[in-house]
């Protein structure tokens, strides 16, 4: 039985109103890699936020090592020896490996005069050894290195804080298959090392294969705690989503590396229509004879890691981009390039992965932001029609469970699940093909 280094108890949260945290008790192990499972508003972000200091609770606290954990003090969480690695995890691109492991708190000499940069640079190589990422140049910017690389600088950066607890926020989601490994390799060791890693994940394949254990949260409560191995994944998921769900398979035609190529099946002769196609799209230095189908009802998936072109190529599709060669029609009718008007005009939608800078008008309020790309249709002899509107908003925030105490609030004052339910509920309010 491992000694319980982290008591989370009656952890509460509210955001202009709506709970994003309610009653959250759990514990975490000494050495144990603990998962944290839930759908998008489930209260994962607050939770982290929380342990980090950035968010003070409502109710309920912390303990570490059976200490109090002073909230809302980032400071304090990591002097208790609790670190955070986001997805994006270091802040500093332009500044060395070494100097983002230490900013804040340099290595000095000379009573404090002078940067003592040899034993900054010493001291970074030798964290970064103890992960078996010794070959990281730290002398280079780490806006060069490359997302793994960058993750180790993180985690080498939590090390020097002599944490207990690392946090771990979608740490794959822009690694490779190898650099996956190689992260989980170091989780391991950290474990062996008996520090306590909190590891946030959608992919439940991970959770699996790397976890002790894993907590639901759904709808910011806590539904369970379990040894992953005492629950199966179909279990997980029906405790994630409050019902069963049953997962479906669809055959398709695949290349000789198993992959199933977008577009490419021939398909029955009543197969569904043709709604977006793109061809041969090309723009230099981002992407390169990029070609897709998508049809009516199918969903088609657009992978690669950061800095493939992923978004570059949606912008462009969108008309938010301009690009160099190639064309995109949708249901057969070309659409004219870089015209984000006449894209939606004619039934598409982009839901963009940085939701609070280029999704949602966080000032605006809630409603302001659902009805946003649908004033006109609201909209009677130029006039807004006030009881359309509010119906409108009212049957989105219903049907998405959008958690927020009215729709007069600010889009900013909602957490960050919720944030992404309002940019999706724009959307659908317009009917997107």
């Not at 019902?243 to 669809?250: G, I, K, N």
Request: net charge positive; aromatic share 4%.
């Amino acid at each position: 039985m491992r000694e319980t280094l982290v008591e989370i108890h009656g952890l509460s949260k509210s955001f202009a109103g709506a709970r994003a945290l309610d009653d959250v008790g759990f514990d975490i192990a000494a050495g144990e890699v603990h998962a944290i499972c839930g759908e998008n508003g489930a209260g994962k972000s607050t939770l982290i936020k929380t342990l980090a200091g950035s968010h003070r609770p409502d109710a309920g606290g912390v303990r570490v090592a059976g200490r109090p954990l002073p909230t809302g003090d980032v400071r304090a969480s990591e002097a208790a020896g609790v670190a955070v690695i986001y997805q994006e995890s270091v802040a500093f691109p332009h500044l060395s490996a070494a100097e983002n492991v230490f900013v804040g708190r340099e290595p000095r000499r000379l009573g404090g005069l002078l940067l003592d940069r040899a034993a900054m640079r010493r001291e970074a190589r030798a964290l970064l050894a103890r992960l078996g990422e010794g070959g990281i140049d730290v002398d280079v910017p780490v806006g060069r290195l490359t997302p793994a690389q960058r993750q180790m600088v993180g985690i080498a950066r939590a090390l020097s804080h002599r944490c207990r607890l690392l946090v771990m926020d979608e740490p794959t989601a822009s690694l490779s298959a190898r650099e996956t490994e190689v992260l989980f390799r170091i989780v391991r060791r950290l474990r062996a090392d008996g520090v306590s890693v909190l590891y946030v994940s959608h992919r439940l394949e991970e959770v699996f294969d790397l976890a002790d254990r894993v907590t639901v949260l759904r709808d910011g409560r806590h539904v369970a705690t379990r040894p992953t191995a005492d629950v199966t994944p179909a279990e997980l998921i029906r405790l994630m989503v409050g019902r069963e769900v049953q997962l479906l398979r669809r055959d398709a035609p695949a290349d000789e590396a198993g992959v199933q190529q977008a577009g490419t099946s021939a398909g029955p002769a009543d197969a569904p229509p043709v709604l977006l196609d793109v061809r041969g799209l090309t723009r230099a230095g981002s992407f390169s004879d990029v070609s897709l189908t998508v049809r009516a009802g199918e969903v088609v998936g657009l992978a690669g890691l950061v800095g493939a072109g992923r978004s570059e190529v949606v912008q462009a599709v969108f008309g938010a981009d301009e690009y160099d060669a190639g064309g995109v029609t949708v249901c057969g009718a070309p659409l004219p390039p870089g015209s984000v008007a006449a894209a939606v005009r004619r039934g598409l939608a982009l839901v963009p992965e940085d939701r609070q800078h280029l999704g949602l008008v966080l000032p605006m309020s809630v409603g302001a932001n659902l009805t946003l790309g649908v004033l006109r249709t609201l909209a009677r002899w130029g006039l807004r029609r006030g009881r359309a509107e509010r119906d409108l908003v009212r049957r989105l925030t219903r049907e998405l469970h959008v958690r927020a105490a009215g729709p007069d609030l600010p889009a900013e004052s909602l957490s960050g699940g919720n944030q992404q339910k309002v940019v999706l509920g724009k959307w659908l309010a317009a009917r997107p093909r």
